[in-house]
């Protein structure tokens, strides 16, 4: 009973321009122009500029509201008036809550029983009716089948959706309408809408520019995906990186395919050291999923791997690393005996 945009492979066009555009102009009365902030000590570690676009400061604590409000807003009366339902490990649940509140009609989340507090409670908050299922990719979907057949609402899958695509997509077009010059752009990846989106925005305003998806070697679909060629699914994951821990997509991977430069994988004990690291020296809240896209850069070695052309200026390289979220529990934060 989906009724995302439907998927054929062989034919796949992903959002166009003026699809992101169009999203954009969209969202942008109710969303953050969020800010890009500088460190330092983390130029210092990294061996390289980098440049902060601080999602963690968004609306509703991520960047997922981009994408479920481009998608919510966007639906007829009609299509809204039967509610929405999804399935999310948390964030994307509370985007879509809060964004279907602004329609004024239900949102019915499917959440996995072992999500954070802190995502339950913001779903809560933003009105959204909670259905708690097996910590597995099948029992998500099969749950949030059954829910939509039960209430009849329309769909807003969390990734596998253009028009999630394209709203996520707006984050990137923001990153370079503001930093045109940046010579990569680091981002996580799971079910692969954000980085799908960042090829995207981030492509169609600088085509040369290198985009490098960061994943936990705990949840590592994506890296085997596409070092294989063919897509690999992610049953169930226990990376402390909450937010990423679904699988591509057909839809996202035939993506990826076409525009990702590289995937780096990194252990839990460096994404827990990159978000105590931010914490401590940027004075913000990035969750786990987040510092993901900063751990990679902490080993000198890898900047140097990426084998950027030498900037014109004798300058380090500009890297953006997109801040994706900040929705901690304080209470168990994973750096805490």
Not at 40 to 57: I, T
Not at 74 to 87: C, D, M, P
Not at 309 to 322: M, N, Q, W
Request: proline share 7%; hydrophobic share 40%; charged share 20%.
């Amino acid at each position: 009973m989906s009724t995302a945009p439907s998927f054929e492979s062989a034919s796949y066009q992903p959002p166009t321009w003026e699809a992101i555009s169009q999203a954009h102009a969209r969202i942008a009365p109710r969303i953050h122009r969020t800010p890009i902030l500088t460190s330092a000590s983390l130029d210092k570690l990294a061996g390289a500029g980098l440049f902060f676009k601080c999602e963690n400061l968004q609306k509703t604590g991520s960047f997922k509201i981009r994408g479920a409000a481009n998608a919510i807003l966007s639906l007829s009366n009609e299509q809204a008036a039967r509610g929405i339902v999804t399935q999310s490990s948390g964030n994307h649940g509370a985007a879509v809550a809060c964004a279907a509140a602004w329609r004024g009609v239900p949102a019915y989340i499917v959440m996995p029983k072992n999500a954070p507090a802190v995502k339950i409670q913001a779903i809560e908050a933003y009105g959204g009716k909670i259905t708690f299922c097996e910590p597995k990719v099948s029992s998500r979907k099969e749950t949030c089948d059954r829910v939509q057949a039960e209430t009849s609402a329309h769909l807003v899958h969390p990734y596998d959706d253009d028009r999630i695509i394209a709203g996520q997509a707006t984050a990137a077009k923001e990153f370079l309408e503001e930093m045109p010059d940046l010579d990569a752009v680091f981002a996580p990846v799971s079910g692969g809408g954000l980085l799908s989106g960042t090829c995207l925005g981030a492509k169609g305003l600088r085509k040369e520019i290198r985009i490098i998806g960061c994943e936990p070697a705990r949840a590592d679909d994506a890296y085997r995906s596409l070092t294989s060629g063919t897509l690999q699914s992610l049953e169930s994951s226990d990376t402390i990186a909450d937010g990423l821990r679904a699988s591509l997509s057909p839809r996202t991977f035939a993506l990826l395919r076409r525009h990702v430069d590289r995937i780096l994988l990194v252990t839990e004990e460096e994404i827990i050291a990159a978000a105590r690291l931010v914490w401590e020296r940027m004075k913000i809240i990035v969750e786990p999923s987040s510092s993901v896209a900063l751990a990679p850069l902490l080993k000198p070695s890898v900047v140097k791997s990426l084998n950027l052309p030498r900037r014109s200026d004798g300058h380090p390289p500009k890297l953006g690393v997109i801040l994706s979220g900040g929705n901690v529990d304080l209470n168990a934060l994973p750096w805490l005996p």
